[in-house]
């Protein structure tokens, strides 16, 4: 509640304006019962805080059973780039704040590729934060690769948007600062509209900063990665849909903080996954 996104020129009080989503009215109403006297403060943030720490526990007890839950889906089904998209789409769709599953499932995949060496060569850059502003934080995608700390390939995710004309423009400026750039594109959740229109836009970019520019679909990137992949000959498809599925379920875990530090709030995300593993596991696995 108390973050410097909500600073604001007036008191947490009963009228507070500004919109916070979550707890509100009982944010304010503890704020007001501390300043009137009636809870003591002290008392107030040990019980918020054992409050967290019982919700952290109830978190660890669910990413353990979500682990638990993909190892059995492992044992019971053959994995492939096909079984492996459909069930993280049927979460994302199924999901709140699908936009920013979208990033967590293509950063995922890198993730994998990565583990199996498929880009020796580069580093995939950390999972960024969903708000973060492009330009003051140097960012040019939500996926980055970096070769000695300059971003060569970028991927930038657009949920529920098909026309991408600002974004192209965005890019173009971006590109000026970023001159070790070599492949960037757009990622989208929709079909993208209009490309004939863009496409001689895309391809002068491409001209003047000497790079190759995509507009794919999820699917179309999904599967330009795993072909990828295949031609290095480090990995079989098998091999990391399965590390795919297992990255994505750990990101969500809390268990990669440090290559996906995900500050959004994961619980429900683990739910969910939870019940799409549940469904597709034969009734014997589910007991």
């Avoid at 993730?111 to 999972?127: C, E, G, R, T």
């Avoid at 079989?236 to 500050?263: F, K």
Wanted: charged share 30%; hydrophobic share 40%.
């Amino acid at each position: 509640m108390m973050t410097r996104s909500l600073a604001e020129n007036y008191p947490y009080s009963t009228v507070y304006k500004a919109n916070i989503r979550g707890a509100r009215s009982e944010w304010v109403n503890l704020v007001e019962a501390t300043e009137k006297g009636e809870v003591a403060a002290d008392v107030a943030l040990r019980y918020l805080l054992s409050q967290l720490l019982n919700q952290a526990d109830n978190f660890r007890r669910l990413a353990l059973q979500v682990i638990d839950k993909l190892s059995l889906f492992f044992e019971a089904t053959v994995i492939d780039q096909k079984i492996a998209l459909s069930l993280i789409l049927r979460h994302i769709n199924r999901s709140d704040y699908a936009a920013r599953l979208m990033e967590i499932a293509m950063h995922s995949l890198m993730q994998a590729m990565q583990d199996y060496q498929v880009f020796p060569n580069s580093l995939l850059k950390p999972l960024s934060q969903m708000r973060s502003a492009n330009k003051k934080h140097g960012n040019v995608g939500d996926i980055e690769l970096l070769e000695d700390r300059q971003i060569v390939e970028a991927w930038d995710a657009k949920y529920g948007k098909a026309y991408l004309r600002d974004e192209i423009e965005e890019l173009s400026e971006k590109l000026e600062v970023h001159p070790a750039i070599r492949r960037a594109g757009f990622v989208t959740s929709l079909e993208p509209e209009r490309l004939d229109e863009l496409k001689p836009r895309c391809e002068e970019i491409e001209e003047i900063y000497g790079i190759s520019l995509e507009v794919l679909t999820f699917e179309e990137w999904i599967e330009e990665q795993f072909e990828r992949a295949l031609t290095e000959e480090t990995v079989s498809e098998q091999e990391l849909a399965v590390a795919w599925m297992t990255a994505y379920t750990e990101s969500l875990a809390q268990q990669r903080r440090e290559i996906a530090p995900i500050d959004e709030p994961c619980y429900q995300w683990l739910l969910t996954l939870k019940e799409i593993l549940t469904e597709d596991l034969p009734d014997a696995s589910n007991h």
